[in-house]
């Protein structure tokens, strides 16, 4: 066994040459700009590369140099920074390497720009270089940075789904996940596109994802589900599903280069990063067969209608609460108010509206539930409903009605003429009084002395506002330039008022679609700005969790769940033809952006 005194003596040997030389060989090297790619200049889709600027000659920068944009074939990562010190025949050089890690994500030969650095007071601009990204798979690849030994069988992602060939409103789920034989410390999705033409339920499980041990292709792998949405197409056609990307850190043995004299690294092991991407799906989406019923709920699936009253008896022009709910298999969140069949002489008032579903086998099931309150003006005994919407049953292959039992109801008494007030909240007819402006006149003696004058000390003061002013306003624009959580706090409300201003010009016009996600867009950015997280890929339950960390009312939270979720309800689901309801989900946003811009700050 080697004495480990002996290699920490080889190490300090080390350091102090490079200690001794360095005052000496620094100070007259002049400053170079190179620029390289690593692990090399091919590279599959799917897997990480790495745009490395290597400056020899100093060991700082004057400014950070900007990523290269290269948005157009690969997705942007992060940077990393690294010096090293190497001495050659008594002279000691200084190198500084900028390592910018893309995905990549385009087949293709590429061009990457030339990339400028200012050190030293010189500035120096590396040269363009050229990267082909093969089909994935085409090419052997390694970790994304030097030293990584992770393949593409050691670690990738897949992305299933439960049926290959559904019809138009019939909901699937797919399901991604990480398949891995080397040691995974953490990751995080990189890229999470939006499905084109599909209605999105995210239905990945809260917490930590469970691990297991499973067989593929003859090995074993640890997997987990990192994401799992339920979608449901919204028309006929065949609908392409974009891979994620996911970017993981893995353990791996660092190189030592003592390890031929000594035998076995005192380094330990340490980390590299990896990009994986998932494999296309494509779903082939059938239309429904002709002859559907009218009203249609859109279920795909099994549908079940019931109704209630919360009484049977009532006196004219008293409340009476009508709930009605449809179960089943499908995409219930779709399902649009029921068409209530009452009499002439009931004053009907908007629903309230809740429901709840969860994942079912290769798709969903749950509950929607439409609340009613209805005002009986006349006397005598009243029949509600029966209420019913048609669906199309997929094991027997027919559309079909769901149809709730007919509601006997007793009103007794007479109509009263005088004004209606309302035990449940919402509804309720008041006189409102005239009420009269008092005017008052307040009487102020003249005179007095000059130094009470606020006129006197305005001026007096101003030039010292001035000066506060230009300090404060200097030390925000430092802020906005240095500190990039505080710089998207500060711009989140404009950025926020911008979207929602670009979604009220959508308003009232044929592409729904877009108006919903201009408005998800801009509630969500103002969350992801004010918390400092980016806003793609940023779950439900993770943006959840996270307002809940910061002391954000629990009223706040549940009123921005549930008006996102309403927009990727409305994105999709059937015209309501209510010429109001694109106002009123402004005005809802509006306000719901000052609570919470409130509440985070």
């Known amino acids: 066994m080697v004495d480990a005194r002996a290699r920490l003596f080889g190490y300090g040997l080390l350091l102090a040459v490079c200690a001794a030389a360095s005052p000496t060989g620094a100070g007259a090297q002049d400053v170079g700009v190179r620029a390289y790619l690593s692990p090399g200049a091919t590279v599959a889709v799917g897997r990480q590369f790495v745009v490395n600027v290597e400056v020899t000659g100093t060991q700082s920068l004057e400014d950070q140099p900007a990523a290269p944009d290269l948005s157009s074939f690969a997705q942007y990562l992060g940077n990393s920074q690294q010096s090293s010190v190497r001495m050659v025949n008594g002279r ?64 990738f992602v897949t992305a299933e789904a439960s049926k290959a060939r559904v019809l138009d409103g019939e909901p699937l789920v797919v399901e991604y996940r990480i398949w891995t034989r080397v040691d995974v410390s953490s990751y995080n999705l990189t890229r999470v596109p939006e499905p084109e033409g599909f209605w999105v339920e995210d239905i990945t499980p809260q917490g ?33 599903l974009a891979p994620i990307g996911l970017e993981a850190q893995v353990r791996v043995r660092r190189r030592d ?35 559907r019923p009218e009203p249609f709920s859109g279920v795909v699936g099994r549908l079940q209608l019931t109704a209630e009253i919360d009484r049977d008896a009532v006196d004219a022009s008293q409340a009476v609460t009508l709930t009605v709910r449809a179960r089943g298999e499908g995409n219930l969140r779709a399902v649009p108010a029921p068409l209530l069949s009452l009499p002439a002489d009931f004053e009907v008032f908007p629903p309230e509206v809740s429901e709840s579903v ?41 559309y079909r009605f769901a149809e709730s039992e007919a509601l006997a109801l007793t009103v007794t008494g007479s109509a009263p003429s005088g004004p209606v007030q309302l035990s449940r909240g919402g509804v309720a007819q008041l006189r409102e009084d005239i009420r009269f402006i008092h005017l008052g006149v307040t009487l102020r003696p003249t005179g007095g002395s000059l130094f009470g004058a ?17 300090v404060t306003l200097r030390r925000h624009r ?19 008022r911008k979207r929602l201003a670009q979604a009220h010009s959508l308003a009232g016009g044929s592409d729904r679609r877009a108006f919903y996600a201009e408005v998800a867009r801009a509630l ?53 033809g209510d010429p109001g309801e694109e106002a009123r989900i402004l005005e809802r946003a509006s306000g719901l952006m000052s609570t919470l811009d409130r509440a985070i700050r």
């Open 92 to 155: 000691t050089s200084i190198t500084l390497t900028l390592q910018y890690r893309y995905q990549a994500l385009t087949e293709g030969t590429h061009r990457i720009p030339a990339v400028t650095v200012n050190a030293g007071g010189q500035a120096g601009t590396t040269e363009p270089l050229t990267l082909t990204v093969t089909p994935a798979g085409a090419v052997p690849q390694t970790g994304g940075t030097p030293g990584g030994e992770v393949s593409g069988e050691d670690l």
């Open 208 to 240: 930590q994802p469970q691990v297991e041990q499973l067989s593929r292709n003859g090995q074993q792998y640890t997997t987990a589900v990192v994401r799992r949405v339920a979608l449901v197409p919204a028309g006929a056609g065949e609908r392409t």
């Open 257 to 291: 280069p003592f390890d031929d004299f000594f035998g076995r690294s005192l380094f330990g092991t340490g980390t590299v990063s990896t990009a994986v991407i998932s494999n296309p799906l494509t779903i082939a989406v059938d239309p429904l067969p002709s002859g």
């Open 358 to 398: 969860e994942p079912f086998g290769p798709g969903l099931s749950g509950e929607k539930a439409f609340e009613y309150v209805v005002l009986p003006r006349a006397p005598g005994t009243r029949t509600l409903g029966p209420f019913r919407m048609g669906y199309y049953d997929l094991e027997a292959g027919e």
């Open 454 to 470: 606020a006129g006197f000390w305005i001026v007096a003061l101003l030039p010292l506002v001035a000066i506060v002013g230009a």
């Open 478 to 496: 430092d802020l906005l330039e240095g500190d990039v959580a505080y710089a998207r706090g500060r711009r989140a409300g404009r950025v926020a």
């Open 524 to 576: 969500r950015g103002l969350a992801a700005d004010r918390l400092n997280v980016a806003e793609a890929g940023l779950q439900a339950g993770e943006l959840e969790r996270l307002l809940e960390a910061r002391g954000v009312d629990d009223s706040a939270v549940s009123e921005l769940m549930a008006c996102l979720d309403h927009c990727d309800r409305q994105r999709f689901a059937p015209p309501t």
